[in-house]
């Protein structure tokens, strides 16, 4: 059943619910990332992303702040959750796609269509990276932490690598364009999009 349509300008990409559940963060293809409002379901903030597509987007559980990638800048923004404030701009270059905070670490892993994942300390704003021989595109964090998932959209892989050694520790073969990568709450499943037209599960 639909209780509602927000409009937004341009495309929307990617969307995130607020730390505390009472908004939601979506970006778009117009340069831009909102803030909507669930109780009164009206936009209650607007940010541009530096003159280049918002993609991608996740929310911090520890802070609540909001990070999302712009491609074609190749940066990242940390944003105010409120009012969609740049607090920081993280510049890791090539064109950053999907964003993960690994919020007991205080890391953030940025996946990047040419070259290697990048890995921000959220504490320095240092960074460096994991080469993981592939462009990348989805990226997701296990719940516990431990691991991170960064999907090789030419090579129809999914590279699971150790989030302390930094090292690739897996590869699975998903064949076509590997997407999104998401969780069960236990962790115990992963749902991996594809765009060729199907969807594989990972126990």
Request: hydrophobic content about 40%; aromatic content about 6%.
């Amino acid at each position: 059943m639909t209780v509602g349509n927000f409009a937004v300008e341009g495309n929307p990409f990617s969307v995130a619910p607020s730390r505390d559940g009472a908004a939601i963060f979506v970006t778009t293809n117009v340069d831009s990332v909102y803030r909507i409002e669930l109780g009164d379901r009206r936009v209650s903030a607007t940010q541009g992303t530096d003159g280049a597509a918002a993609q991608g987007l996740d929310v911090d559980r520890a802070t609540g702040r909001l990070y999302v990638s712009t491609r074609a800048a190749g940066t990242v923004l940390e944003l105010d959750p409120r009012t969609l404030a740049v607090i920081r701009r993280f510049a890791p270059g090539g064109m950053t796609q999907e964003p993960a905070v690994a919020s007991g670490s205080r890391e953030l892993w940025v996946a990047n269509e040419r070259g290697p994942v990048s890995v921000i300390s959220l504490a320095t704003g240092e960074v460096s990276e994991v080469n993981v021989d592939g462009a990348t595109w989805g990226l997701a964090v296990t719940p516990d932490e431990q691991q991170v998932w960064v999907g090789l959209i030419e090579d129809g892989v999914v590279a699971v690598i150790d989030r302390a050694s930094r090292q690739v520790v897996r590869r699975i073969a998903t064949r076509g364009r590997p997407r999104r990568i998401r969780f069960t709450r236990a962790g115990d499943v992963a749902v991996i999009t594809n765009e060729q037209g199907w969807v594989t599960i990972v126990r």
